[in-house]
């Protein structure tokens, strides 16, 4: 009863405390915000070096096709900032971590491309780091894309030979012009000629080219493209309002929030001299810790909730792919309940060592950073940052949140969440009573 | 009422208060004085309860009721006056929280506003924090400094509180500094420095005693 005072209290300061709120609100969202901004486009345009030692001209002709360098390049390269540099000065920002790749034209590639004899090559360096394997894919699909344009100009140029050979006429080969009867014109020689067995062999010859070429143009495209990758219109949710996204969002928002709160409302009780009032027999030290906690378990829930709607009112006047799943709201604000009240937990913990609530929110803010950016990393590339994200309760609210509002099969997942959440608010909050003796110091 | 048994306060190294005993009678105003840093508000923490003594006891009668003034003033800044009083009255087990609040709240002149109380001034301030310790009609009254910012008026009134208090077979024990305190209410008189009790005994000894020069 006396910790439920405490935190009918506390939410009264918190109510006459708008402008905190406010802050304690929008911070965390755009915090969340930033993330997935950065999450989403940071790296997207790595910046890659183009060294042109065969001194390209802006336009070239290949299989009779007239390509423009320039702008095939700037097309097939989407994903990444490529910029022309000289041999030294690639070189140069490449050591420097200025760029992230350099790609070479060597000398006498336009030769050998035209040559259509072998294949040119183009060389990719790159420096070391955490994007180098993306930026290798992504010169993959520029070469891709690239070979895919020659491929068209290629297959295009053996159509055309295929139907000189059909049709006869002029043509060009490796630079030299010349006229060919073709299986049409050998036909119409045949039919001008008495018939006769040898006549008639040739007649079947021509019948049976002329089938085989037809299914030779077909067998070009075949080959050329084996498999096609086709790309219907886009469906299913945006980014934005993905499951990943909204369970990200609001464990963000109520991790800040709920770990602010709780250490500076503690710290407070210090700060305002009133510990001493409390702690003589009005409130015990775990009936303090409890108001706490609960202050940030309801704080996680209220605001949790508001942002699960403004995600939900934007999924249904957009019309998303599968709705919002408002039958599962409950199974999420149990999972902000206790997520909070985790999370209260630890910020009960640094309020009571910290037994000034400035200090106490310093040391929340620095801590909550690198908690959220743990939970980012993905464990299958770096174990530890997952083992230590474990003790935490924020990757744990993100797991509970992403399954209790879009698992088919949710259940395993919540109970398994839940008894780490309620596992993590334990240790804290033990320990947290254990702290608060030092708001008596 | 209440007594400490050999009761000393360490803060770290610091030492805040020797070992020290002293006792509180029904029907007394109990005076602890002494300079700066002498270890009276330490002492009235002590017997309050609201600290916990690094060595003794502290004994209190059963059914003992004792209301704690610090010397900073000790409420939620954020809340008014009167939300502060409700809360306190609320935790103090008063059955009419809301009654209390009114009549402490006009007892001792405080604004009847929604100002939070961290905007009053000093004076209405320490107005609030004894309104606070009155609550939940206390036997025994630890008050700490508590005519510092108080004007004339309520000086007096606080002091006609303090002899009501002690006529009622109650107790009072004030740390204080101001000479018009111990010859308007104090019975009885301690004297604290560098931690230690020097002086403890009726206020007329204390007036003949060495420790009254030494506060003169």
Redesign the interface.
């Known amino acids: 009863m006396r910790a439920y005072l405490l935190l009918r209290k506390d939410l009264l300061v918190l109510r006459r405390s708008p402008a905190l709120v406010a802050i304690l609100v929008l911070y965390p969202v755009m915090i969340a915000v930033l993330i997935g901004l950065m999450a989403t486009y940071a790296n997207a345009k790595p910046r890659v070096g183009l060294v042109d030692e065969d001194h390209l001209p802006p336009t070239i002709v290949v299989a009779g096709k007239r390509f423009h360098v320039d702008r095939t390049i700037e097309e097939v390269s989407r994903n990444v900032d490529l910029v022309h540099l000289s041999p030294e000065e690639a070189d140069r920002q490449l050591d420097d971590g200025r760029l992230v790749a350099v790609i070479d034209i060597p000398p006498g590639f336009l030769v050998t491309l035209k040559g259509l004899l072998h294949s040119p090559h183009l060389i990719l360096r790159t420096g070391q780091g955490g994007i180098t394997p993306r930026v290798e894919q992504q010169m993959q699909a520029l070469v891709y894309n690239l070979n895919l344009r020659l491929q068209r100009a290629f297959t295009a140029a053996d159509r055309g030979y295929v139907r000189l050979l059909v049709e006869g006429g002029r043509g060009t080969v490796l630079g030299r012009d010349f006229d060919v009867l073709g299986l049409d014109g050998t036909q119409r020689l045949l039919d001008k000629l008495p018939p006769g067995p040898q006549v008639n062999r040739i007649r079947d010859f021509v019948h049976d080219a002329r089938i085989a070429l037809g299914l030779a143009q077909q067998a070009v495209d075949a080959t050329a493209h084996p498999i096609q990758l086709e790309v219907p219109p886009e469906r299913g949710r945006s980014w934005a309002l993905s499951a990943q996204v909204q369970a990200y969002a609001l464990a963000l928002t109520i991790t800040f929030l709920s770990l602010m709160l709780a250490a500076g409302a503690i710290a407070s009780e210090r700060d305002e001299n009133v510990i001493g009032r409390l702690a003589r027999g009005l409130v015990s030290l775990g009936q303090l810790v409890w108001a706490k906690i609960g202050l940030a378990a309801v704080v996680a829930v209220l605001l949790g909730s508001a942002v699960a709607l403004i995600f939900a009112v934007a999924i249904q006047a957009g019309n998303v792919t599968g709705g919002e799943p408002w039958q599962r709201l409950p199974l999420l604000v149990v999972g902000l309940a206790m997520a909070g009240a985790a999370v209260g937990a630890i910020g009960a913990l640094i309020g009571g060592l910290a037994r000034e609530a400035r200090t106490a929110s310093l040391v929340a803010i620095l801590l909550v950073l690198p908690v959220v950016f743990l939970g980012l990393v993905p464990r299958e590339i770096v174990p530890p940052a997952g083992w230590l994200s474990d003790l935490f309760p924020f990757v744990h609210a993100v797991r509970f949140f992403a399954a209790a509002l879009f698992d088919v099969s949710p259940w395993r997942t919540l109970v398994y969440e839940a008894a780490w959440l309620i596992g993590i608010g334990a240790v804290f909050g033990f320990l947290a009573r254990l702290g608060a003796r030092r708001l008596l110091a | 009422m209440i007594a400490a048994r050999r009761i000393a306060r360490r803060?770290g190294a610091q030492v805040a208060l020797e070992p020290t005993s002293l006792e509180v009678w029904d029907g007394e105003v109990l005076a602890l004085i002494g300079p700066n840093g002498a270890g009276k508000s330490t002492l009235l923490?002590l017997l309050?309860?609201?600290?916990?003594p690094s060595e003794g006891v502290i004994e209190r009668r059963s059914g003992v009721r004792?209301g704690?003034a610090?010397q900073?003033?000790?409420?939620?800044?954020?809340?008014s006056a009167r939300?502060n009083l409700v809360?306190?009255a609320?935790?103090?087990g008063e059955s009419d929280p809301n009654g209390a609040a009114e009549r402490l709240a006009s007892g001792h002149g405080l604004p009847d506003d929604d100002r939070?109380s961290s905007t009053l001034s000093v004076g209405n301030r320490q107005r609030l924090n004894l309104a606070?310790t009155m609550l939940g009609d206390p036997h025994v009254l630890l008050l700490d400094e508590p005519t510092a910012s108080l004007d004339p008026l309520q000086r007096r009134k606080l002091w006609e509180s303090a002899s009501q208090l002690r006529d009622a077979r109650g107790a009072v024990v004030l740390a204080t500094q101001n000479v018009e305190d111990l010859e308007h209410v104090a019975d009885r008189v301690a004297v604290l420095l560098d931690g230690r009790l020097l002086f403890d005994g009726p206020f007329e000894e204390y007036q003949r005693s060495e420790a009254a020069a030494i506060f003169a």
């Open positions: 803060f923490a309050a309860g609201a600290l916990e004792v704690w610090p900073r003033p000790a409420h939620y800044g954020r809340l939300q809360l306190f609320r935790l103090e939070p606070i």
